[in-house]
Antibody, heavy 118, light 108 residues
Framework: QVQLQESGPGLVKPSGTLSLTCAVS?????????WSWVRQAPGKGLEWIGN???????NYNPSLKSRVTLSVEKSKNQFSLKLSSVTAADTAVYYC???????????WGQGSLVTVSS | EIVLTQSPGTLSLSLGERATLSCRAS???????LAWYQQKPGQAPRLLIY???SRATGIPDRFSGSGSGTDFTLTISRLEPEDFAVYFC?????????FGGGTKVEIK
């Protein structure tokens, strides 16, 4: 059973860069699955940020594309999110998740609350 | 971008009752790649249904999904105490992946 765990700072200053890492355990990141980030602002719905394959191929949500960078470290079995030029609107719980082809998000991390505030 | 509209926003029901949740897409969902998730407070979403009607591993058979094209339904045949939660639909047939706004199922 694959498990995912987010880590990173819980507080980021406005105009700064949000950085999170998702450690994958119980399975290799180098499979036919994609790896993804989804966020949820307090009391709000879910927003897909982007996906990355173990080869480094990425897909981003156009609404965030100019500020998002996803990367993968196969040797550490983890993938990462960077979101630049953050504002208070980026305050949210950030989830990493696995996407299985034809099935969608079948495994999720517990979530990491990131607050943007000075 | 495919916009998913869920209704109702809140469903107030009693234990043992049937819950019917709707998800309508602004355009046809390719290959019926429509999933349903359950989310409880402070927890990550949990996959219930994929490809509109296939139950995910370990999901009780009181949960069922139906529909195609632009209209999809999640049905919970008899509500159990652990079923009171928020439910989201999500399409993954085209990019960007999008989620509905959610339906909260609460105890009446």
């Amino acid at each position: 059973q694959v498990q995912l765990q987010e880590s990173g700072p819980g507080l980021v200053k406005p105009s700064g860069t949000l950085s999170l890492t998702c450690a994958v355990s119980g399975g290799s990141i180098s499979t036919t699955n994609w790896w993804s980030w989804v966020r949820q602002a307090p009391g709000k719905g879910l927003e897909w940020i982007g996906n990355i394959y173990h080869s480094g191929t990425t897909n981003y949500n156009p609404s965030l594309k100019s500020r998002v960078t996803l990367s993968v470290e196969k040797s550490k079995n983890q993938f990462s999110l960077k979101l630049s030029s953050v504002t208070a609107a980026d305050t949210a719980v950030y989830y990493c998740a696995r996407i299985v082809p034809e099935i969608s998000f079948d495994s999720w991390g517990q979530g990491s609350l990131v607050t943007v505030s000075s | 971008e495919i916009v998913l509209t869920q209704s109702p926003g809140t469903l107030s029901l009693s234990l043992g009752e049937r819950a019917t949740l709707s998800c309508r897409a602004s355009q046809s969902v390719s290959s019926n790649y429509l999933a349903w998730y359950q989310q409880k407070p402070g927890q990550a979403p949990r996959l219930l249904i994929y490809i509109a009607s296939s139950r995910a591993t370990g999901i009780p058979d009181r949960f069922s999904g139906s529909g195609s094209g632009t209209d999809f339904t999640l049905t919970i045949s008899r509500l159990e105490p652990e079923d009171f939660a928020v439910y989201f639909c999500q399409q993954y047939g085209s990019s960007p992946l999008t989620f509905g706004g959610g339906t909260k199922v609460e105890i009446k």
